[in-house]
């Protein structure tokens, strides 16, 4: 904490600042304490001759204390509060030194009392920490006995679990990217089929304008179609890029998902890990695991 005092000792040669002293009593009453820190120290460095307003000094350390107070730093607080003493020892008068205690001691007290109460805080929170470890022992214990137990009934019911693991992914794959399209759709028809073989949604910039310039026909018209295929068009393209990622974690099932991603068309990781929850129900880590379960 030698810098705290060391910043009086050794800059008393620059200018007084009395707007930084301002705005940092301004940060503290607003709970900016770290601006307040910052701008107060800012003040110390930069204060007058020890002649010149000397309790417009130390105010720039009494509010430096209360910051640190505030944000439950006690020894730097102290500190702080000790420094004007030391200040003051050197070149204070006795009526400074009075106003100065009959303001000190009283936040010293309450500092005090804020250690005290951390203090019965931490021996609470040990005695807490010793229940909990008590009960986390008792709880591993079960647990064990748990898992011992499930490992047991899965291994006598491994081969139906794997076949459950196998009808999932069937439902998955299977499921269908649109709604169903009527006979008489034909527009439909030829959206679903442009998807299919062109496969736009790989741009990750493919947008309901680019599927329109490439069917030529009217927006408005593209736009009705996509709604009778699905919810929307994000949800439409999306149900087809998580198909593709699909394909590829079977194909490849150690395939980082950041190429995925990118390959199938998202813009970012975290559309895709959405997208492909929505769309089979589990995340692509999940299903990365559930293909090894059936290998």
Same mark, same amino acid.
């Given at each position: $904490?030698?810098?705290?005092? !060391?910043? @009086?000792?050794?800059?008393?040669?620059?200018?007084?600042?009395?707007?930084?002293?301002?705005?940092?009593?301004?940060?503290?009453?607003?709970?900016?304490?770290?601006?307040?820190? @910052?701008?107060?120290?800012?003040?110390?460095?930069?204060?007058?001759?020890?002649? /010149?307003?000397?309790?417009?000094?130390?105010?720039?350390?009494?509010?430096?204390?209360?910051?640190?107070?505030?944000?439950?730093?006690?020894?730097?607080?102290?500190?702080?509060?000790?420094?004007? +003493?030391?200040?003051?020892?050197?070149?204070?008068?006795?009526?400074? $030194?009075?106003?100065?205690?009959?303001?000190? !001691?009283? *936040?010293? +007290?309450?500092?005090?009392?804020?250690?005290?109460?951390?203090?019965?805080?931490?021996?609470?929170?040990?005695?807490?920490?010793?229940?909990?470890?008590?009960?986390?022992?008792?709880?591993?214990?079960?647990?064990?006995?748990?898992?011992?137990?499930?490992?047991?009934?899965?291994?006598?019911?491994?081969?139906?679990?794997?076949?459950?693991?196998?009808?999932?992914?069937?439902?998955? *794959?299977?499921?269908? +990217?649109?709604?169903?399209?009527? *006979? /008489?759709?034909?527009?439909?028809?030829?959206?679903?089929?442009? $998807?299919?073989?062109?496969?736009?949604?790989?741009?990750?910039?493919?947008?309901?304008?680019? !599927?329109?310039?490439?069917?030529?026909?009217?927006?408005?018209?593209?736009?009705?179609?996509?709604?009778?295929?699905?919810?929307?068009?994000?949800?439409?393209?999306?149900?087809?890029?998580?198909?593709?990622?699909?394909? $590829?974690?079977?194909?490849?099932?150690?395939?980082?998902? /950041?190429?995925?991603?990118?390959?199938?068309?998202?813009?970012?990781?975290?559309?895709?890990?959405?997208?492909?929850?929505?769309?089979?129900?589990?995340?692509?880590?999940?299903?990365?695991?559930?293909?090894?379960?059936?290998?």
């Amino acid at each position: $904490m030698s810098v705290c005092f !060391l910043a @009086v000792s050794t800059a008393w040669g620059f200018n007084l600042d009395r707007e930084l002293l301002e705005e940092g009593k301004a940060q503290y009453e607003a709970g900016e304490y770290q601006d307040a820190i @910052v701008t107060l120290k800012d003040f110390i460095s930069k204060a007058g001759t020890p002649s /010149d307003d000397l309790n417009v000094k130390l105010e720039g350390h009494f509010y430096l204390g209360l910051t640190y107070r505030a944000i439950g730093e006690w020894d730097t607080s102290k500190k702080w509060f000790v420094s004007i +003493h030391k200040v003051l020892n050197k070149w204070g008068t006795q009526e400074d $030194m009075k106003h100065w205690s009959e303001r000190i !001691l009283p *936040e010293v +007290h309450v500092l005090n009392e804020l250690k005290a109460q951390e203090k019965e805080r931490e021996i609470a929170l040990k005695h807490k920490q010793h229940v909990i470890m008590v009960l986390f022992i008792s709880i591993f214990v079960i647990v064990l006995i748990a898992l011992a137990t499930v490992s047991y009934v899965l291994a006598k019911l491994g081969k139906a679990n794997q076949q459950l693991v196998i009808k999932s992914q069937q439902l998955v *794959e299977s499921k269908a +990217h649109v709604r169903n399209v009527d *006979e /008489d759709d034909e527009l439909s028809r030829k959206i679903i089929e442009y $998807m299919q073989t062109q496969k736009p949604y790989l741009n990750p910039d493919f947008s309901l304008e680019g !599927l329109t310039e490439a069917l030529g026909v009217n927006r408005t018209y593209v736009s009705s179609a996509v709604g009778r295929l699905s919810p929307n068009f994000r949800t439409f393209v999306n149900s087809y890029r998580i198909t593709e990622a699909v394909s $590829m974690l079977k194909d490849n099932p150690d395939r980082k998902f /950041d190429d995925i991603s990118s390959i199938c068309g998202f813009s970012n990781n975290r559309t895709f890990y959405n997208a492909f929850k929505s769309y089979t129900g589990l995340t692509p880590s999940e299903y990365r695991r559930s293909l090894n379960l059936i290998r």
